[in-house]
């Protein structure tokens, strides 16, 4: 008899890699991408590694998008945490960092 492999029923974690800068004029399209991305099921994550420039637009949508409490950032360098802190927001954001 042969043995069925077993698939698990838990969905993947779905990731959000935005690239680049992420400052107001990047705003209304990564509203957009996390509209998307909360229409996902399961664990959910912002990874940050290849941003290199972040401003307060984007640092309150992430806080916002994170309120549901699925939303894990991560990946972020320290110069992004720096930002985070900056704003007052640091406290806010479930984190991952790597």
Known sequence: MEETPITSMIPEASILRPLGDLTIFEAAQFHADLLALH???GPLH???REVTCM???CVQLMVAATRSGRVTVQGYSSRIRDKFEQIGFAQFLPTQES
Do not use: G, K, V
């Open 46 to 48: 912002i990874d940050l």
């Open 39 to 41: 229409q996902q099921e």
């Open 55 to 57: 401003d307060s637009s």
